[in-house]
């Protein structure tokens, strides 16, 4: 009997999912004030660490992409050497070296190109970093649909482990009454007094149910430490506060599954964010493969060399690499004729976008299926939840009826018993029923990409 009762009431641990993040470095922010579910997620996306990470990553792709851009503008280069050399004497037609004098010789050298055309190479290459940054964004709003559902589990936990910790208190109280009353009873010698055993099986189930809203009590404390975690408020002066910790069913009707895949195709951010990675792959090898071909560029190049101890050979036609004053500026081309590791490379990035490809055609084709789940486990949940509501109310009465029957002397104390690991089974049932049914209407709200509390 002890254990049916101990069973309907002891499923606390598994109704609260708490976080798994590090809390090892606190950080201080503003008071928190009390916040309902909208208000702790706008609070996590403006100031949660896991949120910061994902907008860093999109400061990575827009590297890449001015990286990308970078290929099509000038490039200037500066090349300078000096160093001690020997005397050199003579003429254009011949010269003398002597290593008994020294001197210092320099070179400098600046080249600016300008690229023009690259047959179509600079320009995949630019496009491909374009559909990487989409592609990038789309993954950002994925992650911030993936908080929700955290969000979700803490902050309908808390509520769940409230309503619990209400509904073993509540339970307290009425055994207290009843044990009381059959104290009173055995005190007076009425007839139909409960025994000394009825009464130590009441004592035993009211110690563990003091134990059982211990344990509610720290699953609200864990779900408190959690949020604060996630909306970056851990180690604050204030602790986080729910606007209301009594766990309530979402008033919202559900539609036809065909309404919530519709949205998905027009709102899912990894409708976008999958074709673009792949489109991005394909562009990358079309931009690698572009490398084969030459580049055709502007530019201009200026030489300055000078020997203190050289003499110098102004003419043109003297080759005189320690003296020199020369400039030139034109079209010019610069053409790789063959290297095996550009064609490694190449390889390398196609067979990435092939798997590219097959990874996100599958995902792309499991997307509808993902929105049929959420919505079909939706509707048994209301379902559910309807129903589970009902048995609270029978259950109620029976175990209303049990209680006034104990204190008439009618009804023995395992009869009683029995009655409350009923009640106390089909509230449990109910309020899970409930928590369950409000993180499937984050979970679909997830796998169509919008906010379905306003939705037409």
């Known amino acids: 009997m002890k254990a049916r009762v101990l069973a309907a009431v002891l499923g606390i641990s598994g109704c609260v999912s708490v976080f798994a993040q590090d809390v090892s470095a ?47 503008f000038p490039t200037m280069q500066l090349e300078a050497i000096a160093g001690p050399s020997p005397s050199f004497t003579g003429n254009a037609l011949e010269s003398n070296t002597s290593f008994d004098r020294w001197g210092v010789a320099f070179q400098n050298k600046i080249e600016i190109i300008q690229p023009l055309y690259a047959f179509g190479a600079l320009g995949k ?48 109280n009425q055994i207290t009454k009843a044990r009381d009353e059959a104290e ?9 007094a409960p025994s000394a055993t009825d009464i130590d099986r009441l004592d035993m189930v009211l110690a563990e149910l003091t134990a059982r809203s211990a344990e509610a009590q720290k699953f609200m404390d864990l779900a408190k430490l959690g949020m604060a975690v996630e909306i970056g408020n851990y180690g604050g002066q204030n602790d986080v506060r729910w606007a209301r910790a009594n766990l309530k069913r979402r008033e919202a009707d559900l539609k036809e599954l065909g309404f919530y895949q519709e949205i998905s195709h027009t709102k899912r951010p990894e409708y976008q964010a999958l074709r673009k990675e792949s489109e991005a792959r394909d562009l990358l090898v079309e931009a690698e493969a572009g490398r084969f071909y030459p580049t055709i560029f502007a530019g201009a190049r200026w030489t300055f060399a000078s020997n203190s101890v050289s003499t110098d050979q102004p003419s043109v036609f003297a080759n005189d690499p320690y003296n020199q004053n020369t400039a030139m500026a034109g079209i010019g081309i610069r053409w790789n004729i063959f290297s095996a590791d550009a064609r490694a490379k190449v390889a390398a990035v196609r067979a ?92 679909l709200e997830a796998s169509t990409g919008q906010d379905l509390s306003n939705a037409p």
């Not at 909208?38 to 992409?65: C, M, N, T």
């Not at 769940?160 to 509904?167: C, G, H, I, K, N």
């Not at 009173?184 to 139909?192: A, I």
């Not at 589970?388 to 204190?407: E, N």
């Open 184 to 192: 009173k009873m055995r005190d007076h010698r009425s007839k139909n």
């Open 352 to 443: 990435d976008a092939i798997k590219t490809h097959a990874k996100n055609d599958a995902l792309l084709r499991n997307l509808d299926a993902d929105v049929e789940k959420n919505w079909q486990e939706l509707k048994y949940l209301k379902v559910a939840t309807e129903q589970k509501a009902l048995v609270v109310q029978s259950a109620r009465r029976v175990y209303l009826d049990m209680l006034g029957g104990f204190a008439l002397g009618s009804q023995k104390a395992k009869d009683l018993l029995e009655s409350i690991g009923s009640l106390a089974g089909a509230q449990k049932a109910s309020l899970d029923a409930v928590f369950e049914e409000n993180l499937a209407w984050v979970r």
């Open 26 to 72: 606190p950080q201080t922010s503003a008071a928190t004030d009390r916040l309902d579910f909208d208000g702790f997620y706008k609070r996590a996306l403006e100031k949660g660490a896991r949120i910061q990470e994902s907008a860093a990553q999109l400061k990575v792709s827009d590297a890449r992409a001015q990286l990308a851009r970078a290929q099509s």
């Open 125 to 172: 290459l630019r496009e491909a970093a374009s559909a990487a940054q989409e592609a990038e964004r789309g993954r950002h709003e994925r992650e911030k649909l993936l908080l929700k559902q955290d969000i979700a589990k803490l902050y309908y936990g808390y509520q769940l482990a409230f309503e619990l910790r209400e509904v073993v208190q509540g339970l307290q």
